[in-house]
């Protein structure tokens, strides 16, 4: 969906990429979302500016994951003509937007007006499976919000949530 998008399937293939590593390297610290933020923390690694530590990483991932659980949901509430550049821009001002710099949140919202049709969008990313998506998209919806609430109240228990 253009070069906007490849570098944002980039950065998140980079970043899981480093809590793969992170995981294969210090396996016992990096099992759970609670033993890698203990092991950081207990070891000032969060401070440390020449470390890629995990809990950063996952932060950025974990906001990410709102933005596109915000942007899902809203896709589910269109016909399949309806552009889906004013949903996606919703969705990131809701979520993302208030992690960004003034230019990132002006270039991101630019690039969403090249967002196609939801069919259009659905056909892209679906294949021929849209249907089956589309029937599948509020149980998924379901799990992704477990899954962000359930790293969430990690996030807040260990006060983790300003990391930059």
């Known amino acids: 969906m253009g070069s906007v998008f490849s570098f944002v399937s980039s950065d998140l293939k980079q970043k899981m990429d480093v809590l793969t590593n992170l995981l294969n390297k210090d396996h016992q610290q990096y099992t759970t979302v609670k033993s890698m933020i203990e092991y950081e923390k207990e070891n000032k690694l969060l ?6 530590n995990g809990a950063r990483t996952l932060l950025r991932l974990h906001r990410g994951l709102d933005f596109i659980r915000e942007f899902l949901r809203q ?3 269109l016909s399949d003509g309806d552009k889906t550049s004013s949903c996606c821009q919703d969705a990131y001002n809701k979520t993302l937007a208030k992690h960004h710099p003034w230019v990132i949140r002006k270039a991101a919202i630019v690039a969403m007006y090249a967002m196609p049709n939801r ?4 056909k892209k990313v679906c ?8 029937d599948v ?7 992704t919000a477990d899954v962000f609430n359930r790293t969430d109240s990690i996030y807040e228990i260990y006060q983790m949530h300003a990391l930059p």
């Not at 294949?127 to 589309?134: A, L, M």
């Not at 998209?137 to 799990?143: A, C, G, R, T």
């Open 47 to 52: 401070e440390k500016s020449d470390y890629v």
């Open 75 to 77: 896709l589910g509430d």
């Open 119 to 122: 069919e259009a969008l659905l």
């Open 127 to 134: 294949g021929e499976n849209v249907q089956r998506n589309i």
């Open 137 to 143: 998209l509020p149980k998924m919806l379901e799990v």
